[in-house]
């Protein structure tokens, strides 16, 4: 069969998506522990936001708070009106940490996420909106997107 994706005969066109994560606010805190419902205090929190388009992938550098700035620019080429932008926002897991049994990966601590179908972009040209992260209690990103478009089949 024909992998999704490949066959652009439907004139679909192929741009270049430029993400720009402004910032988020009212970020729910994570958990410290899995046995005790203690929230980290708001400054100890360092969220940064992942990024991806298809099999695309960029992240933010760590910010601090809880209606952490980013500001931070990024480009993903060969994007059509069918792909999704997944934005997931985290607070970093640590490399590892000593336990009684050694050491262990500490995984990043979720904090909410979105999806967000470009075709409306990809028509527009350019959104500017704020979403509200799921999974979580509350807490929301702002994004700006814009797209050009690099060539139509």
């Given at each position: 069969?024909?992998?999704?994706?490949?066959?652009?005969?439907?004139g679909?066109?192929?741009?270049?998506?430029?993400?720009?994560?402004?910032?988020?606010?009212?970020?729910?805190?994570?958990?410290?522990?899995?046995l005790?419902?203690?929230?980290?205090?708001?400054?100890?929190?360092?969220?940064?936001?992942?990024?991806?388009?298809?099999?695309?992938?960029?992240?933010t550098?760590?910010?601090?708070?809880?209606?952490?700035?980013?500001?931070?620019?990024?480009?993903?080429?060969?994007?059509?009106?069918?792909?999704?932008?997944?934005?997931?926002?985290?607070?970093?897991?640590?490399?590892?940490?000593?336990?009684?049994?050694?050491?262990?990966?500490?995984?990043?601590?979720?904090?909410?996420?979105?999806?967000?179908?470009?075709?409306?972009?990809?028509?527009?040209?350019?959104?500017?909106?704020?979403?509200?992260?799921?999974?979580?209690?509350?807490?929301?990103?702002?994004?700006?997107?814009?797209?050009?478009?690099?060539?139509?089949?």
């Amino acid at each position: 069969g024909i992998v999704a994706g490949t066959s652009n005969d439907s004139g679909i066109a192929t741009g270049s998506l430029h993400v720009e994560v402004v910032r988020c606010a009212d970020l729910q805190k994570p958990k410290v522990g899995t046995l005790y419902k203690a929230k980290m205090s708001g400054e100890r929190v360092t969220p940064k936001v992942d990024v991806y388009v298809g099999n695309q992938h960029a992240s933010t550098q760590s910010s601090r708070g809880v209606d952490p700035t980013f500001k931070e620019h990024f480009d993903f080429p060969g994007v059509t009106s069918l792909d999704e932008l997944v934005v997931r926002v985290a607070h970093p897991g640590r490399k590892s940490m000593s336990t009684k049994m050694g050491l262990a990966k500490v995984r990043d601590k979720f904090m909410g996420s979105v999806v967000v179908p470009l075709n409306g972009v990809v028509k527009s040209g350019a959104i500017a909106g704020t979403y509200a992260l799921g999974g979580v209690k509350h807490g929301e990103v702002t994004l700006a997107l814009s797209y050009r478009v690099e060539r139509k089949y």
